[in-house]
């Protein structure tokens, strides 16, 4: 009956988080032991008794610090100075903004939010197609969670015990894959349709938006740079960030004003709290799928069928794609990782990092894939586009994250060179 309870409550719309823990609860009680309620507290709070976890609400708070302070705008001036001129500037300039962006937010569901209010109107204006202008900024929004920081890797890292420093630097490769990919989906596309043709900035207004878009590249420097440099933590660097992000705002653009910080830091402490919610919940859950020892029996079944680790990252790709287009990513995080995670390092020696990867990004394909698509809902809400035209003109970039993540399970190097480099 714990599966129909476990199913019943997520068809039925309730909040994933009690969809987790009253699961957990009804299992304890269908099994008559009862003395597991004295553990379940206990399971609930260790799950989120981590130093690392401070880092989401932190990268949280410097993203809605930087949109409020006017860092965004100044980081889309800046990439019109690097690919503004070419047809389809605005194409090029949203998705070189959403890399500059995926730098500093860590959040995929925040960065479409931001980016969508900020690039489809002026992508609009231009003569853009209003449901793909739409799509590519949603599309760049998948990069969040692997270009570092990442809220994912965070989270995963905390989970599989491994340094979450390293996991930020083992997405680098693969976000900037995933940016390469995209730029080519939008050179497909400009063969089908005839983008408007791109200005470049006169020279005084190349020397004022660099002028004005160094400081707000200082955020990403502060934490890629910090991390990569060991003088800081990621959850420091977050700290840092935020600061900064607040200090550039108030004094050097003056966007910023102290009056809305209360505002601010309420969405960002709702925001936080839900993610932390839900991890606690997630805890209790993945504490009664060991104790059921369903990874033991996963692994049984996952070894009948294969025993190459290319075909086994293959099917958890597949499953995971599934699961995405159910569940929230971050839920779906903390649900398979205990289950997968021994059997990819124990089974098919795959390396963590190679794993954690390939896990984030399939999950958050989720974010723009009916039924739920979160994302998807995000953006129309954004742009009043209906959800599945948004879908559809995203099916190019949908494609190149499917290459991606092909090209990650195929050749662990993609992942891990940088880590042995370091």
Avoid: H
């Amino acid at each position: 009956m714990t599966l129909v309870v476990f199913a019943v409550l997520l068809l039925g719309a309730v909040p994933i988080a009690l969809v987790l823990a009253l699961t957990a609860a009804w299992y304890i009680a269908d099994s008559g032991n009862t003395l597991l309620f004295a553990s379940y507290p206990q399971q609930l709070y260790g799950a989120i008794e981590n130093y690392g976890l401070l880092a989401i609400p932190l990268f949280m708070l410097a993203g809605e610090l930087m949109n409020e302070g006017g860092l965004t705008r100044r980081l889309i001036d800046l990439a019109r100075i690097l690919v503004g001129g070419f047809r389809g500037g605005l194409v090029y300039i949203n998705l070189v903004a959403n890399m500059m962006m995926a730098a500093i937010v860590g959040s995929a569901a925040s960065q479409i939010a931001i980016m969508s209010r900020a690039m489809v109107p002026a992508m609009e204006k231009d003569g853009y197609d209003k449901p793909f202008a739409a799509a590519i900024t949603a599309a760049g929004g998948l990069l969040s969670p692997i270009i570092p920081p990442s809220m994912l890797f965070v989270l995963y890292g905390v989970m599989a015990q491994v340094p979450i420093a390293d996991m930020f630097i083992a997405g680098i490769i693969p976000g900037l894959m995933m940016g390469g990919l995209f730029f080519l989906a939008i050179a497909a596309v400009g063969l089908v349709q005839q983008y408007p043709r791109g200005q470049w900035p006169t020279r005084a207004q190349a020397k004022r938006y660099l002028l004005m878009g160094l400081p707000a590249m200082s955020i990403p420097v502060i934490i890629i740079g910090g991390i990569l440099a060991g003088l800081a933590t990621p959850t420091e660097s977050a700290a840092l960030a935020s600061l900064a992000a607040l200090l550039i705002g108030r004094y050097v653009y003056r966007d910023l004003t102290f009056a809305r910080l209360p505002e601010i830091l309420r969405r960002t402490a709702f925001n936080a709290g839900l993610v932390i919610m839900l991890i606690g919940a997630a805890g209790v859950f993945g504490w009664v799928v060991v104790y059921e020892q369903l990874p033991q029996m996963a692994a049984a079944w996952i070894a009948s069928l294969t025993t190459d680790p290319f075909l086994f990252l293959l099917l958890v790709v597949g499953i995971l794609l599934l699961v995405g287009m159910i569940v929230d990513g971050i839920a779906a995080l903390i649900l398979v990782v205990p289950i997968l995670l021994p059997i990819a390092q124990g089974q098919f020696d795959i390396t963590a990092y190679q794993f954690g990867v390939v896990v984030c990004l399939t999950l958050v394909l989720g974010l723009l894939t009916p039924p739920v698509g979160a994302g998807l809902f995000i953006s129309s809400s954004m742009t009043g586009v209906p959800p599945m035209r948004i879908f559809r003109a995203l099916v190019p970039f949908l494609l190149m994250s499917l290459v991606a993540l092909v090209l990650l399970a195929w050749q662990p190097w993609l992942t891990l060179a940088l880590l042995q480099a370091w």
